[in-house]
T-cell receptor, first 116, second 113 residues
Framework: GAVVSQHPSWVICKSGTSVKIECRSL??????MFWYRQFPKQSLMLMATSNEGSKATYEQGVEKDKFLINHASLTLSTLTVTSAHPEDSSFYIC????????????FGDGTRLSIL | QQQVKQSPQSLIVQKGGISIINCAYENTAFDYFPWYQQFPGKGPALLIA?????SEKKEGRFTISFNKSAKQFSLHIMDSQPGDSATYFCAAYIQTGANNLFFGTGTRLTVIP
């Protein structure tokens, strides 16, 4: 069964809205989670590393003020897309290493974000 | 710069045939190589993984072959089924590092009945 849960699975909202996406590790603790973005028919692009109790680490070119990440507990990381615009429309996916920090990442089912 | 190169971009295989997807990497610090299967509208699911000290790993119909000297690894799907139709991503990372996954570009597999 799923070990990483992501919510919501689909969001449609107006331009200028802020959208929060949740990523939860189920029945295990994750001090680190990862947020990816995927465009149609493309590979996953790492956006940022979410660290429990400290600031997220963003990849080059990712606006940290645009994509706010909060890792408030050992089982929950949130990604907030602030003042979203149509170019932010994408498939956002989170992951967490299951069984320890060095173990392979398991992914959530993703969130389809559509900004009108 | 693409850290992990994957080919082919798309693949069509007859039911019962063997699907082969190839990947190559440059960074010799990579020490774990997972493969992910992704269906449309879903997140990637871990399929099988291998460490570089092993030349082959088999799980059911899925086999990874690993050539450390050539820095290449491949996924073989035996007796391919229509239900295997999905996008497959190879990946690599450093277990003792930041655990950043480096993905290949993906292979869209279609298995025709």
């Amino acid at each position: 069964g799923a070990v990483v849960s992501q919510h919501p699975s689909w969001v449609i909202c107006k331009s200028g809205t802020s959208v929060k996406i949740e990523c939860r590790s189920l029945d295990f603790q994750a001090t680190t989670m990862f947020w990816y973005r995927q465009f149609p028919k493309q590979s996953l692009m790492l956006m940022a590393t979410s660290n429990e109790g400290s600031k997220a680490t963003y990849e080059q070119g990712v606006e940290k003020d645009k994509f706010l990440i909060n890792h408030a507990s050992l089982t929950l990381s949130t990604l907030t897309v602030t003042s979203a615009h149509p170019e932010d429309s994408s498939f956002y996916i989170c992951s967490a290493p299951w069984g320890g920090i060095n173990q392979p990442q398991h992914f959530g089912d993703g969130t389809r974000l559509s900004i009108l | 710069q693409q850290q992990v190169k994957q080919s082919p971009q798309s693949l069509i295989v007859q039911k019962g045939g063997i699907s082969i997807i190839n990947c190559a990497y440059e960074n010799t610090a990579f020490d774990y190589f997972p493969w992910y299967q992704q269906f449309p509208g879903k997140g990637p699911a871990l399929l099988i993984a291998i460490r570089p000290d092993v030349s082959e790993k088999k799980e059911g119909r899925f086999t990874i072959s690993f050539n450390k000297s050539a820095k290449q690894f491949s996924l073989h799907i035996m007796d391919s089924q229509p239900g295997d139709s999905a996008t497959y991503f190879c990946a690599a990372y450093i277990q003792t590092g930041a655990n950043n996954l480096f993905f290949g570009t993906g292979t869209r597999l279609t298995v025709i009945p």
